[in-house]
């Protein structure tokens, strides 16, 4: 078993605000419970996970395809997929201070983490999570619609759209990174649940007799994505779902759970959704085999990973101290700033300016941060504390050597390399 990692979510919270990783939401107005804004490095840090992503499972392989759906669907969908009627949490609330829990996530018959009474939560509800809006100048029941509350839906109504404009066939799969939202009874844990957020879907379509074959894959392929992404093994945690805790539409469940600082809990999920949401949403079978012409309703795996919270299980993962230094040590595929440059000394137009070249010529190709500020100490602090790979600094040897001082953030190790060698040097770390 991997220990519990000791840091605390607030030291991330921290670091991610003093970094321009993540900042509160509407702060300047007061703030907005459980709403964070993705800053300047924390929309790259983002970014660069949904790129990987969109990567390995849609260019890189040809059984996928992608798309990208309206957020808002015909309430329709959410009819014929069971989430109306079905997409509920138990609620209680306390008696006493009216503080409203999930009854499923707190001991019913301890004493309310509000106000500390016992025994006095009503009997639990089911509240339905969806996101209710209006279309339209009048708020009235015609015009009600929902933000989706899963990208995966739209997978299955545009189903047979895709099939009619691509020559994809079975096994394949229909894949999406998009917003969603859930009115969570209890968010929190900074961004680990939140009202609204991120996903990315896989429905993958199979004939019904290799489903096992098929979820096996997809366990594997969540393994090697996460390796991916340097979390450390020992950390993550496969839970089969038991029977009556599983999604109304799963046969079979895994999660793949995290030790997060507050616990361990859900990180990703793997589903097997038989033909449940293609038979709700299709009268007729939308597909037929090429060969024997026979229509049928193909079955569904589902691979789901949530990016807010990969985000932060690998900002979690990667922090470390050493000594006094803060280093985060992000895989150089993930980080913001693939490289840092740097002239020795700010007050040295010789050294500025052959830094300058540089950085303009490393920008070409990778994010690159500049810094003449202090000494070059601080610098370093400055650069490991958000996880940059490489600092590069151009010292007087360097004009005449045409090369420049490479220094490594995990080991702190430096080089020196030639300029026209650093380029291959940063691309080479990018090899995922
Ligand atoms: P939980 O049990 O934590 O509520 P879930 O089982 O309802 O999660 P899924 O419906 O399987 O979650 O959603 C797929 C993925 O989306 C989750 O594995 C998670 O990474 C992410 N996710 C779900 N709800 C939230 C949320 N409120 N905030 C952030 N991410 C979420």
């Known amino acids: 078993m991997g220990d519990p990692s000791p840091l605390s979510i607030d030291t991330i919270v921290s670091l991610a605000k003093r970094r321009g990783f993540i ?12 709403s964070w804004d993705y800053g300047p490095l924390g929309v790259e840090l983002k970014n660069n996970i949904k790129q990987l992503w969109w990567d390995r ?25 069971g989430h109306l009627k079905e997409f509920s949490d138990p609620l209680v609330e306390c008696k006493k201070c009216h503080e409203r829990f999930r009854s499923d996530l707190i001991v019913l018959s301890a004493p309310c983490s509000s106000c500390g009474a016992t025994g006095s939560f009503t009997e639990p509800r089911a509240f339905n999570m969806m996101l209710k809006t209006f279309l339209g100048p009048a708020e009235e029941k015609a015009n009600e619609v929902f933000f989706r509350p899963e990208t995966a839906q739209a997978m299955f109504v ?15 799969g229909i894949a999406q990174i998009g917003k969603a939202f859930r009115n969570e009874i209890t968010p929190g844990n900074f961004i680990f649940r939140t009202r609204e957020f991120e996903q990315m879907e896989i429905e993958y379509f ?17 393994h090697s994505w996460i390796a991916s992404l340097g979390i450390q093994a ?18 079979r469940t895994i999660d793949f759970e995290y030790d997060f600082p507050f616990g361990r809990k859900e990180l990703y999920g793997l589903a097997y959704r038989t033909d449940f949401d293609l038979r709700n949403h299709f009268y007729e079978a939308p597909y037929k085999d090429p060969e024997t012409n026979e229509a049928f309703y193909p079955h569904v795996i589902e691979p789901t990973w949530g990016v807010d919270r990969t985000v932060l299980a690998v900002l979690c993962d ?6 006094d230094r803060l280093v985060l040590k992000l895989p150089p595929s993930l980080v913001p700033y693939k490289a840092a440059v740097f002239p020795l000394l700010a007050n040295k137009p010789q050294l500025v300016d052959f830094a300058r070249k540089i950085y303009n010529a490393l920008r070409k190709e990778f994010m690159v941060a500049w810094d003449d500020r202090g000494n070059i100490g601080k610098r370093y602090y400055s ?11 151009v010292d007087f040897d360097s004009l005449e050597k045409e090369d420049a001082t490479v220094r490594n953030r995990d080991s702190g190790e430096q080089i020196r390399l030639p300029v026209d060698r650093l380029a291959a040097h940063i691309r080479n770390s990018l090899r995922t």
């Open 158 to 172: 545009d189903f047979k759209q895709v099939l009619d404009t691509s020559r994809i066939r079975l096994p394949f």
């Open 57 to 81: 499972f849609v260019h890189r392989r040809d059984d996928i395809v992608g798309i990208d759906a309206a957020l808002i669907m015909n309430p329709k969908v959410w009819e014929a997929s």
């Open 206 to 222: 199979i004939s019904e007799k290799e489903w096992e074959k098929w979820f096996e894959h997809w366990r594997e392929e969540m």
């Open 383 to 393: 650069q490991d504390e958000i996880g940059t790979p490489y600092c590069v600094t």
């Open 23 to 34: 900042f509160p939401g509407s702060a300047i107005h007061g703030g907005l419970a459980n």
């Open 234 to 251: 020992n950390r993550i945690h496969e839970l089969e779902v038991p029977d009556g805790e599983r999604a109304h539409y799963s046969r």
């Open 318 to 323: 990667a922090y470390t101290e050493v000594e």
